[in-house]
């Protein structure tokens, strides 16, 4: 079913705002919400409302706070997330090291006890568009299989970089898994089979039953290379953190327990560069002006696909699972 914007930021409000979230917070975590669904990302999108909720109502989110700050050095902030919504409080922490690091050239913000992200992609957008360079790491549940293994081990454990350019930032947003997790849900509530190559069930073996793979294990994307990346990330980010590792890690995807994964943003002021936000960009039209493949139609660059879904669903409503719709309708109260 397709869905205008307008009606579904006022549907993810009142469920918000019947489970308690004060007016700004609930924003925010729209803002990312809705921007995941205009973008084609519904792994990302309103299909996490509910859990956000059953998290608030089983108190393991608390809908108010916004961290806490301890800046261990002049340039390295350290966040308990106190249990948080995700972006609130990351949103937060980025405001602190983004004004720090006009002072100090780089600043980061090592954050523990915080909940789900979300897409990364937006914040990369929202502090490139400040003049700043963003790298973004985030762990998560032991969601993928080590390559040549059969059981999850290792997180998603996604990185996130914007850079500004000219007219709009780069920003590149990806997994280390071959999906997400969250497209495997996706496919599951829309009863749609996945790729051969994508997961494997819980027995460990290959499967192309969406339902199967939620309770198997993604494939590492680029193979061995992909998983050896996964893992640098994973112990990265848990040694800047001290969050918890691989098959310990709790809170991403269940509404019950106390979300234990890490996330690490770095903040470069990139100001002193002068005119390189323009010759960044001439270089991106440059690689889009090149000579295609046989059997593309062009050459474009990351983030060039999902920018074109959003301003065409911006125009024409996004399509949003029938499930998914009823389930926020009656969390919003309505009857239809």
Same mark, same amino acid.
């Given at each position: ?116 992200? $979300?897409?990364?992609?937006?914040? &990369? ?6 003049? !700043? @360079?963003?790298? %973004? #790491? ?87 290379? $992909?998983?050896?990346?996964?893992? &640098? ?6 040694? !800047? @953190?001290?969050? %918890? #590792? ?91």
């Amino acid at each position: 079913m397709t869905i205008a914007i307008s009606r579904a930021r006022k549907v993810a409000k009142q469920v918000l705002h019947r489970a308690g979230v004060p007016d700004a917070h609930a924003t925010l975590q729209i803002d990312l919400l809705l921007e995941a669904e205009l973008r084609g990302r519904p792994s990302h999108g309103l299909l996490r409302l509910p859990r956000i909720v059953e998290r608030i109502h089983n108190d393991v989110t608390d809908p108010h706070t916004i961290g806490e700050h301890s800046w261990r050095s002049q340039a390295y902030l350290d966040v308990d997330g106190k249990m948080g919504l995700g972006p609130v409080v990351a949103c937060v922490a980025l405001d602190a090291i983004c004004e720090r690091a006009r002072e100090t050239g780089v600043a980061i913000a090592a954050i523990h006890n915080n909940n789900h992200l $979300g897409m990364m992609a937006w914040y &990369a957008e929202r502090i490139a568009t400040r003049g !700043l @360079t963003l790298i %973004a #790491l985030s762990t998560s549940e032991a969601l993928v299989h080590p390559w040549g293994g059969r059981r999850a081990m290792l997180g998603t454990n996604p990185i996130a970089i914007g850079v500004p350019a000219s007219p709009r930032p780069f920003v590149v947003d990806m997994a280390t898994s071959l999906v997400s997790m969250g497209q495997i849900h996706d496919h599951a509530h829309r009863k749609v089979r996945i790729p051969p190559n994508w997961a494997l069930d819980a027995n460990g073996e290959a499967t192309t039953d969406a339902a199967a793979a939620r309770d198997g294990a993604v494939a590492p994307f680029g193979e061995a290379k $992909g998983y050896a990346l996964g893992l &640098a990330f994973e112990v990265l980010v848990a040694s !800047l @953190t001290a969050s %918890a #590792l691989g098959r310990n890690v709790r809170g991403t995807l269940d509404s019950t327990h106390p979300c234990n994964k890490g996330d690490v943003f770095i903040v470069i002021d990139t100001s002193t560069s002068g005119t390189m936000a323009d010759a960044i960009g001439a270089y991106l039209d440059e690689i889009r002006n090149g000579s295609p493949a046989r059997g593309f139609n062009n050459v474009a660059i990351p983030g060039d696909r999902s920018l074109a879904v959003r301003e065409q669903r911006l125009k024409e409503g996004m399509p949003v699972a029938e499930e998914v719709w009823t389930r926020l309708l009656h969390l919003a109260g309505e009857t239809n």
